[in-house]
C-alpha cells in the first residue's frame, strides 16, 4: 500500500524551529516531485515548498523563503521541511504529496499522493 506519513507537528512559541518529515511506504521516493502543502482554518491549501526528485531544484512560497528548507534523503525515502522563525500565521495542518515527475512543480491540484497532514501550532 502507497503512504505518506508526515511527523514532526506540535505547538511552537512564534520564532520557534519544527522539522517535519514525510516518510514513504511501499514506493520509494526517487523518481517522485515531493511537495510540501498547508491549510490554516478556514483558508484554501496552499503549496508551501517544493523539492525535485533529485534534491537539485527547490521552491518556496514567498511567505516561507528564508525561513524554511526542504531537503530529501532518498536513501531514508524521506523528505523534510525545517521551519525556522516561526509566525503565527504559519499555524496549519502541514501535508506532504508526491508527483511522479521532473522538476520542482507542485501543482496543488496535480499530486499523485497525499498524507494525512501534522499540525504545526504557533503560539505564545
Known amino acids: 500500500q502507497l503512504q505518506l506519513v508526515e511527523s514532526g507537528g506540535g505547538l511552537v512559541q512564534p520564532g520557534g524551529s519544527l522539522r517535519l518529515s514525510c516518510a514513504a511506504s511501499?514506493?520509494?521516493?526517487?523518481?517522485?516531485?515531493i511537495g510540501w502543502f498547508r491549510q490554516a482554518p478556514g483558508k484554501e491549501r496552499e503549496g508551501v515548498s517544493c523539492?525535485?526528485?533529485?534534491?537539485?531544484?527547490?521552491n518556496y512560497a514567498d511567505s516561507v523563503k528564508g525561513r524554511f528548507t526542504i531537503s530529501r534523503d532518498n536513501a531514508k525515502n524521506t523528505v523534510y521541511l525545517q521551519m525556522n522563525s516561526l509566525k503565527v500565521e504559519d499555524r496549519a495542518v502541514y501535508y506532504c504529496?508526491?508527483?511522479?515527475?521532473?522538476?520542482?512543480?507542485?501543482?496543488?491540484?496535480?499530486?499523485?499522493?497525499w498524507g494525512k497532514g501534522t499540525l504545526v501550532t504557533v503560539s505564545s
Open positions: 523539492i525535485s526528485s533529485s534534491g537539485g531544484s527547490t
Open positions: 504529496a508526491a508527483r511522479k515527475a521532473y522538476g520542482a512543480n507542485c501543482p496543488n491540484d496535480g499530486m499523485d499522493y
Open positions: 511501499g514506493f520509494t521516493l526517487d523518481y517522485y516531485v
